[in-house]
């Protein structure tokens, strides 16, 4: 049974400075890792998807995948209260069966 | 395009009635996901579908969830007889490939009393 942990928070951060989520999975098999963002009462959207050891980066975001630690990371810079948000941790096979983490809520205080 | 279309956005049944969700996918993608989401058990998968045809369903709970999906526009979740515990957003998805970029629905929050 796969497994992904997350913290589930609140993590509170101030506005403008650097937001660090962290994500550890199960299956030392595992290829494939997604970010996605669910704002309240709203469904999740894709933020970052990444496959190989290393970093990542897409404007204010940063994914980083430590496949020896089996430790995926979410880098957000100049945090921004847009950003408060629950942020979902994921690990599949491509779009097939992706298992979700709990989520951490993630709090930017203006 | 108008992205995943998911009904009815509320329902609130009592316990052992029926309760039928509904989907309809992003023209194009071949992929639809069924999603639970609770607190207590966050995001769970509970059937996926590949151009129509179930490919996994170890995530369906029990006998009483079903799933199909008649042709590739639409597809529906069947809870009979329903029950508390099944109370939770069900979320619909669908994909083009094995992308891993899922579109979601906005959900259908289900209340079993």
């Known amino acids: 049974q796969k497994e992904v942990e997350q913290n589930s928070g609140p993590l509170s951060v101030p506005e403008g400075a650097i937001a660090s989520l962290n994500c550890t999975y199960s299956d030392r098999g595992s290829q494939s890792f997604f970010w996605y963002r669910q704002y309240s009462g709203k469904s999740p959207e894709l933020i970052m998807f990444?496959?190989?050891?290393g970093d990542k980066e897409d404007g204010r975001f940063t994914a980083q995948l430590n496949k020896a630690s089996q430790y995926v990371s979410l880098l957000i810079r100049d945090s921004q209260p847009s950003d408060s948000a629950t942020y979902l941790c994921a690990e599949g096979e491509g779009a097939q069966k992706l298992v979700f983490g709990q989520g951490t809520r993630l709090t930017i205080n203006p | 395009d108008a992205g995943v279309i998911q009904s009815p956005r509320h329902e609130v049944t009592e316990m052992g009635q029926e309760v039928t969700l509904r989907c309809k996918p992003i023209?194009?993608?071949?992929?639809l996901f069924w999603y639970r989401q609770t607190m207590m058990r966050g995001l769970e998968l509970l059937i996926y579908f590949n151009n129509n045809v179930p490919i996994d369903d170890s995530g369906m709970p029990e006998d009483r969830f079903s799933a199909k999906m008649p042709n590739a526009s639409f597809s529906t979740l069947k809870i009979q007889p329903s029950e508390p515990r099944d109370s939770a957003v069900y979320f619909c998805?669908?994909?083009?490939?094995?992308?891993?970029?899922?579109?979601f629905g906005e959900g259908s929050r289900l209340t079993v009393l």
């Open positions: 998805a669908s994909s083009f490939g094995v992308s891993g970029e899922l579109f």
């Open positions: 990444i496959y190989s050891n």
């Open positions: 023209s194009g993608h071949d992929y």
